[in-house]
């Protein structure tokens, strides 16, 4: 299994990206796929997540109604993504395959992912 997101790179505040990540080895239609973000120093923490099994998305309070979640089961890639920008935005951003998006409490917010991706940096200037 194979997770690779791209599409970081560095923005101006209120500046607009797209992550994609895109999926070998699983299909999306079956995977559940979740975005994280770890800032240097800090934990990594959950972002959003689509579920496989009807599309329902999940967001952290920090990014909803900023960043929206999709995926193209024809390209088997999920994307994020993320307007608004903040510097505290700032982070490698991951994304996971589980079976099910399981949202927890706190800033953890997602949990118990099966399969990691290497990340992809997005910077934001203030």
């Known amino acids: 299994v194979q997770l690779q997101a791209s599409g970081g790179g560095l923005v101006q505040f209120g500046g607009s990206l797209r992550l994609s990540c895109a999926a070998s080895?699983?299909?999306?239609?079956?995977?559940?796929i979740g975005w994280f973000h770890q800032a240097p120093g800090k934990e990594r923490l959950g972002v959003s997540c689509?579920?496989?099994?009807?599309?329902?998305?999940y967001y952290a309070d920090s990014v909803k109604g900023r960043f929206t979640i999709s995926s193209d089961n024809a390209k088997n890639t999920v994307y994020l993504q993320m307007n608004s920008l903040k510097p505290e935005d700032t982070a490698v951003y991951y994304c996971?395959?589980?079976?099910?998006?399981?949202?927890?409490?706190?800033?953890?917010?997602?949990?118990?992912?099966?399969?990691w991706g290497k990340g992809t940096l997005v910077t934001v200037s203030s």
């Open positions: 689509i579920s496989s099994s009807d599309g329902s998305t």
């Open positions: 996971a395959a589980v079976v099910f998006c399981t949202v927890v409490a706190g800033p953890q917010f997602l949990y118990g992912m099966d399969y």
């Open positions: 080895g699983i299909a999306v239609d079956d995977y559940s």
